[in-house]
């Protein structure tokens, strides 16, 4: 997989945007971004992917820089329950397929 | 509709007792199937993944293996656990032809004593 790098930790207040970063710089071409987040004790859950273009659904959005070096996760109304470790991930070979290799992510809390 | 189980959801075992762990997967065929764990503070290592009966690919040396016997089922087993065995073991699959990402199990909680 392609090395992603997060920050250990963020804040938020509840209410706000929280915008978590990720630097893929050895990204290939055809390899896909892709979200995940746990909660405390519970197994990951799939929150968004993209390729080049920016995503949207109704957890989340990401926006892909041009050069698809690094990327942002945007919550734009967190809430407490969006308190979770978020994952980064560019699986292997461009397959969605692919092996998933989990680093340990950021920490977000969400703060009232 | 397609959904991923897995039991038991907490286990406690002593050193040197065998371990079976199975996960089990419906409304779908032929999906791929993944072991993952999770050991306290630390992030998720793939241990094995298939992508058929009976094919079985391992990604790390353990004391633990995997077997699938069914299309639909994903075990894995120790027959003697050790200490370092502990952890959070998830089953994951691919559903949707990956459109949603991986699906995982609601994972089990192994406490080797």
């Known amino acids: 997989d392609a090395k992603t790098t997060q920050p250990p930790s963020m804040d938020c207040a509840e209410g706000r945007a929280a915008n978590l970063p990720c630097n893929h710089s050895?990204?290939?071409?055809?390899?896909?971004v892709y979200w995940y987040r746990q909660i405390h004790s519970q197994g990951p859950q799939y929150i968004i992917h993209?390729?080049?273009n920016n995503e949207t659904n109704e957890m989340a959005s990401l926006i892909i820089t041009e050069d698809r070096k690094s990327s942002t996760l945007i919550l734009p109304h967190a809430t407490l329950r969006d308190t979770a470790v978020y994952y980064c991930i560019v699986p292997a070979g461009g397959t969605s397929y692919g092996k998933l290799t989990f680093g340990q992510g950021t920490i977000l809390t969400v703060h009232p | 509709s397609q959904t991923i189980h897995q039991w038991p959801a907490t286990l406690v075992q002593p050193v040197g007792s065998p371990l079976s762990l199975e996960c089990t997967v419906e409304?779908?065929?032929?999906?791929?199937l993944y072991w993952y764990r999770q050991a306290a503070g630390r992030g998720l290592q793939l241990l094995f993944y298939s992508i058929g009966i009976d094919q079985i690919s391992s990604e790390v040396p353990q004391n633990l293996s995997a077997s699938r016997p069914q299309d639909r089922q994903f075990i894995l087993s120790s027959k003697k656990l050790l200490l370092s065995d502990s952890g959070f073991y998830l089953c994951?699959?691919?559903?949707?032809?990956?459109?949603?990402?991986?699906?995982f199990g609601s994972g089990t909680r192994l406490t080797v004593v």
């Open positions: 993209g390729l080049k």
């Open positions: 050895t990204i290939s071409g055809n390899e896909y």
């Open positions: 994951a699959w691919l559903p949707d032809r990956g459109r949603k990402g991986y699906t």
């Open positions: 409304g779908t065929s032929n999906p791929n």
